[in-house]
């Protein structure tokens, strides 16, 4: 099997490691000088760390990568990955690039994290073979990729995106229909909104509001979602329980979810500073080496309520 992956960042990095260890031959295409040292640095650091949750079964033999052009990465693809940047102009003219060397019937997923799919495929030939593929970083590390199809997308397309996905060891979540930001990311930007705002006005700093979550319902995330916690929150009396206690409080005027401080200079510093002096004393590569390392330990343990 082939993959070839269009764009060699921290995302696309991190696809194409999660194919090399699975067994897939991947082609890469980007023409940054450095891409090569990156992508090489993304897959030592799965190297270190995914086989540890497959002590017992053990992965395949590593399939082959190149770095090539976009017409040789697209010959015989099984699949084709593009993580470019998050311009809306960039993606639309790769896609035309693929439609002109890629067979009309390979599947592309894209990785980006907000742009619905009918917008990315808009004036394409075969917007029927074209979804969202959305991970997480680290790709080779975090199983949640979010499907989600347009209206044009053939059930086709997302059968074999959700079996490659599975294949490679990921928990593929297929959506119904298609939202700016998808599911995980619209509920990752209400806590980040939350947390501008407390910074912005001094209620908290950066590493306090990073406590906050790791030390409490971070925790309790890796193990069962919103709904759930609120079930058990509720007791016996399950969910009706808990909303007939807890359900006026989303009214009181404390949360500014649908509003989001400016970020101005002054913003920006004191962001900046409070995040050097709570973490500057590491190297980028060290915070991701502690973060593989307990996402491992918690990935190992951890077995999601008894739920597949």
């Not at 995302?11 to 194409?16: E, L, N, P, Q, S």
């Not at 699975?22 to 640095?41: F, L, Q, T, Y």
């Not at 395949?60 to 099984?78: K, N, V």
Request: glycine share 8%; charged share 25%.
């Amino acid at each position: 099997m082939k993959a070839a992956i269009i764009g060699g960042g921290v995302i696309g990095g991190g696809w194409a490691a999660r194919f090399i260890l699975n067994g897939w031959d991947v082609a890469i295409v980007d023409p940054a000088p450095d891409a090569a040292r990156k992508v090489e640095a993304i897959l030592e650091s799965a190297r270190r760390c995914l086989p540890r949750l497959y002590e017992k079964t053990g992965l395949p033999a590593e399939g082959r990568f190149i770095f090539t052009s976009l017409a040789e990465a697209l010959q015989d693809a099984d699949w084709i990955q593009e993580s470019l940047p998050e311009k809306l102009e960039i993606k639309r003219a790769m896609y035309a690039e693929i439609e002109k060397h890629g067979a009309k019937d390979t599947v592309i997923g894209s990785s980006t994290s907000y742009l619905a799919p009918s917008l990315l495929q808009e004036g394409r030939k075969y917007p029927e073979r074209f979804l969202v593929t959305h991970p997480f970083n680290p790709v080779y590390l975090l199983p949640l990729v979010e499907v989600v199809p347009s209206p044009h997308t053939k059930p086709a397309a997302i059968d074999l995106a959700t079996c490659i996905m599975t294949k490679i060891g990921m928990k593929p979540l297929a959506m119904k229909r298609e939202i700016d930001g998808f599911i995980a990311n619209r509920l990752q930007e209400a806590i980040w909104r939350e947390a501008l705002w407390m910074v912005k006005d001094g209620f908290a700093t950066t590493k306090e509001v990073d406590d906050a979550v790791r030390y409490s319902f971070g925790l309790r995330y890796a193990i069962m979602g919103p709904f759930d916690t609120c079930r058990m929150a509720g007791g016996e009396g399950g969910f009706a329980h808990f909303l007939s206690q807890f359900g006026p409080y989303l009214e009181a005027p404390f949360s500014k979810l649908m509003d989001v401080p400016t970020l101005d200079d002054a913003l920006v510093k004191t962001i900046s500073d409070q995040s050097d002096a709570q973490s500057g004393h590491l190297t980028i590569h060290e915070m991701e080496r502690i973060r593989d390392d307990n996402l491992v330990a918690i990935l190992k343990v951890v077995n999601f309520m008894g739920k597949d």
